[in-house]
């Protein structure tokens, strides 16, 4: 039987799941990811719109992908042609928070590679993880 796991993408550093869950059928996975899906947003749909949850069957590569604004209900009475706009507009917000996301670390380590070349104190961690890349 597959194993399936999940990662959400926020934008902000993602989130993984490590053990997963078993599921005889794929579309029963991806119907389990969409109920993650709804109860991650509920009450909170403006904040978690930009959202991503990607389904992986044992461990390979995604085999799909679930954008939060697809699927979110405060946006069932608009137009089609604006939902698709919010929809890339949420896309484009994740994307972007990705980057900044990036820039700090970079900007980060590059603090910490200078505060250790000197002899002086610096940021180990972020996030959990090393600051400086090996």
Known sequence: MPTYTFKVLDG??????ETGISFQHRDRAIRYARDVVHELMRNRELETRSWRLDVYENGDGPIHAIPF?????TLDHVVPKLRTM????SERKRLLSEVLHAVKGTVQESRAL?????GKPYLASRF???TIRD
């Open 12 to 17: 902000c550093g993602d989130v993984e799941d």
């Open 69 to 73: 604004a697809s699927i979110d209900p």
């Open 86 to 89: 919010v929809e890339a507009m």
């Open 114 to 118: 200078v505060a250790r070349s000197r």
């Open 128 to 130: 959990g993880r090393s």
